[in-house]
């Protein structure tokens, strides 16, 4: 007996947005997620720029997947609440030798079909006071945007959800069961469940995936890790993408202001040998600051409010069907050695901005390799965004309150995150059961306190909502719970 038709290993932004593009069929999918919430890999440790498309070598399927990916953002923002702003980008160059490397990179992004133009430094310096005095012109990505990380993986899975897809976290793919070499289904940590096809969206784990079921495969991820900084919304405001000229492996230390309002400064670029550091160092730190201050020296350490650090799934994929060897580029195809696989690895940048267009991508190569695919009649694009109610006019939060008094006890009071909203997230589509899930969907706990006087309340809600003693709630899963025994019982 066939449990689901399509397993999907990695609740990434690519597994959530392939899931989406399932659930438009007739097709039972499954999608597992190692961890206890999905987007806890690159997914939400990144840039969360929408790449213009300038950067990647021209024939890549980054290019590709990059530029037919750009332009579908607004929909999907405007079909599933997915903050987004489409700013534009500059790549700023300081002194003489940055100002020559602006003309190459025009040319790639002319060779790419996107739309650039070169700035006098006069010209930047209007439209980013902030930008150095040094500045020597820019080169201007109109079509670049940032976008909501945690929303971009959060929205697209709870459409799918309410499209018929299902999730299974804390849920690890261990192993291929096959009969006769054909693929029956997935060995996990929680059970098997049959299925014919698997797709392999597990970011760094991704080639140790492939392996089991092509051990010859050559394929190979090398993590790179990437730093940040996270400032102040009160104490700076920018509302650029301010990238500096890049090296050979990273787009370089870049200055951003995020959908939230922070200003994000990062990331380097450094090879990790374990797949789970994301632990940031002294050194990268530093890097990463003075490679700010080159872009806006006026930074000031003192709104400097968090640090973190993702790691970028950097593969070596050589083109099969070429001379020119696309050392880091994505690898979408099926796999050869075991019918029924789809491999989706090497999802480094510009990944999140692909995402979509690798989901339209999985279902081609499904349909090419034989799965009946019939549309669904009542399939549902719209995911309505739940109420934040800081953003709201007065007039809809008198509405809102009437409905529900709690969107009136403001727990999060740097973030102004309602009681209301928390709840609301506990018994979303994709229920959140972890403080740090709750913050990637609210925010809370983001600003200057971060945290110190929401958590308490936090864990209160999470146990009372879920009907669990506060002792098993945690920060994100199992062994990171907050509190290990009650001090006192108070008798009612
Ligand atoms: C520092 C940095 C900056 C970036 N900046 C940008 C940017 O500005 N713009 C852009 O477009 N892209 C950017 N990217 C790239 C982008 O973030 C990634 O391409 C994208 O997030 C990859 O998504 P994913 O789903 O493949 O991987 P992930 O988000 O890592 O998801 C993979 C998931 O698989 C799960 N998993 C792994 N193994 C298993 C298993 N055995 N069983 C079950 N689940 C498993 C993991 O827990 C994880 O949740 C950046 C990346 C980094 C690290």
Same mark, same amino acid.
């Given at each position: ?258 959908? /939230? ?128 109610? /800081? ?102």
């Amino acid at each position: 007996m066939i449990d689901f038709d399509v397993i999907i290993i990695g609740g990434g932004v690519i597994g959530c947005m392939t899931a989406r593009a399932l659930s438009r069929y007739q097709l039972k999918v499954l999608l597992i997620e190692k961890e206890s919430d999905i987007g806890m890999g690159a997914s939400s440790a990144n840039s969360a720029i929408i790449h213009a498309g300038h950067d990647p070598l021209p024939g890549s399927l980054k290019a590709e997947m990059n530029i037919k990916a750009n332009p579908m953002w607004d929909q999907l923002s405007a079909d599933l609440g997915i903050p987004f702003k489409r700013t534009g980008a500059y790549i700023v160059a300081i002194g003489d030798e940055d100002c020559e490397c602006l003309d190459s990179l025009l040319q790639r992004g002319r060779e790419n079909g996107v739309a650039c133009e070169i700035i006098s430094a006069e010209e930047m310096r209007n439209r980013e006071p902030l930008i150095n005095p040094q500045v020597s012109g820019a080169l201007f990505t109109p079509t670049a945007g940032m976008v909501d990380p945690f929303a971009a993986c959060i929205a697209p899975l709870e459409n799918a959800i309410e499209n018929g897809v299902q999730v299974k976290l804390e849920t690890a793919f261990l192993s291929f069961l096959t009969k006769d070499g054909s693929l029956t289904g997935i060995h996990t940590n929680q059970g098997d469940f049959n299925c014919h096809w698997v797709i392999n969206a597990a970011g760094v784990y991704s080639d140790e995936i492939l392996r089991q079921a092509d051990p010859e495969s050559t394929f190979t991820i090398i993590p790179r890790k990437g730093e940040y900084y996270i400032l102040d919304k009160s104490e700076i405001q920018l509302n650029n993408i301010l990238f500096p000229v890049p090296s050979a492996v990273s787009k370089g230390i870049l200055v951003l202001g995020s959908t /939230h309002g922070n200003v994000l400064v990062g990331p380097n670029s450094t090879i990790e040998e374990d797949r789970e550091d994301k632990a940031v160092t002294a050194k990268g730190l530093n890097e990463i600051w003075l490679g700010a201050q080159k872009l806006v020296p006026t930074l000031q350490p003192g709104s400097i409010i968090a640090v973190f650090a993702g790691l970028r799934a950097s593969g070596n994929a050589p083109c099969p069907d070429c001379s020119i060897d696309y050392k880091h580029d994505f690898l979408i195809e099926a796999c050869t050695q075991l019918k029924g696989l789809i491999n989706l690895a090497g999802i480094e940048s510009p990944g999140l901005t692909a995402s979509p267009a690798i989901a339209e991508r999985v279902i081609e190569i499904l349909q090419q390799e034989g799965l009946k695919m019939d549309l669904k009649e009542n399939w549902n694009p719209i995911r309505k965004a739940r109420p934040r109610f /800081h953003h709201l006019s007065m007039a809809e939060q008198k509405q809102l309150l009437k409905k529900d008094p709690r969107y009136g006890r403001v727990i999060c009071r740097c973030e102004m995150v309602t009681e209301g909203e928390i709840i609301a997230e506990i018994h979303a589509p994709l229920p959140a059961r972890t403080y740090d899930a709750i913050k990637r969907r609210t925010w809370l706990g983001t600003g200057r306190c971060l945290g110190s006087f929401d958590m308490p309340r936090v864990i209160e809600l999470l146990a009372d909502e879920t009907c669990q003693p506060v002792t098993s709630i945690t920060k994100k899963g199992p062994g990171s719970e907050f509190l290990f025994r009650l001090t006192k019982k108070v008798e009612a």
